[in-house]
């Protein structure tokens, strides 16, 4: 009877820290800097081939990432003179998937959106562009992000991939919990 109970208080423990752990791992450190929030800056309507995507976090803080971006693998620009459309040329002339814009003057452009990074409210991107106060470029660990279209289907491949990987790692913690049931 003791082994059972110690056994039990012990599985509880293992799960919770297996969803400790995951909450960690998808949770982000924010960064303390504040900036007001534009009330005339809005999200620019995205020119053909792109189409607004949302609005992610960075992920370089993220526990485990060891300072991966969530645009990662690619190009990126820092520009005073950065606007949505220079970031969304800059990043077609490259032919890349992904296209974003944080902080105002940062433009990333890359395949794949990482894994890690959530999607985020809209009002989470809220600092005008530092080259046109009319348009939204980003946040504070946040990306205005755009995806180029194209005939093919690329960009549906993403999702899937995001999803299996936050399913995956519950999975993985039902599974664990499920062997140390049985020993």
């Known amino acids: 009877m003791a082994f059972s109970t110690v056994f039990s208080a012990r599985l509880l423990v293992f799960i919770a820290s297996i969803l ?5 791992t998808l949770a982000q450190t924010t960064s303390t800097a504040s900036h007001p ?11 053909s081939p792109w189409s607004y995507y949302g609005c992610w976090n960075e992920t370089t803080l993220a526990a485990g990432t060891n300072g991966a971006r969530a645009l990662a693998g690619g190009v990126e620009e820092d520009l005073s003179t950065m606007t949505a459309d220079v970031c969304l040329a800059y990043c077609k002339s490259a032919s890349y998937t992904f296209a974003g814009i944080e902080y105002t ?3 990333y452009c890359a395949n794949l ?3 890690i990074s959530n999607k985020l409210p809209d009002s989470s991107c809220d600092l005008p562009c530092a080259g046109n106060s009319s348009q939204i470029c980003g946040g504070d660990l946040a990306l205005t992000v755009y995806q180029q279209q194209s005939t093919t289907t690329k960009g549906a491949g ?5 999803e299996a990987h936050v399913g995956s790692v519950l999975a993985l913690g039902i599974a664990i919990a499920f062997l140390l049931c049985l020993a």
């Open 37 to 47: 929030a534009s009330t005339t800056a809005t999200i620019l309507p995205a020119p």
């Open 158 to 162: 993403v999702k899937a991939a995001r």
């Open 113 to 115: 959106l990482n894994a």
């Open 20 to 24: 400790a752990l995951s909450a960690h």
């Open 105 to 107: 003057r940062e433009c």
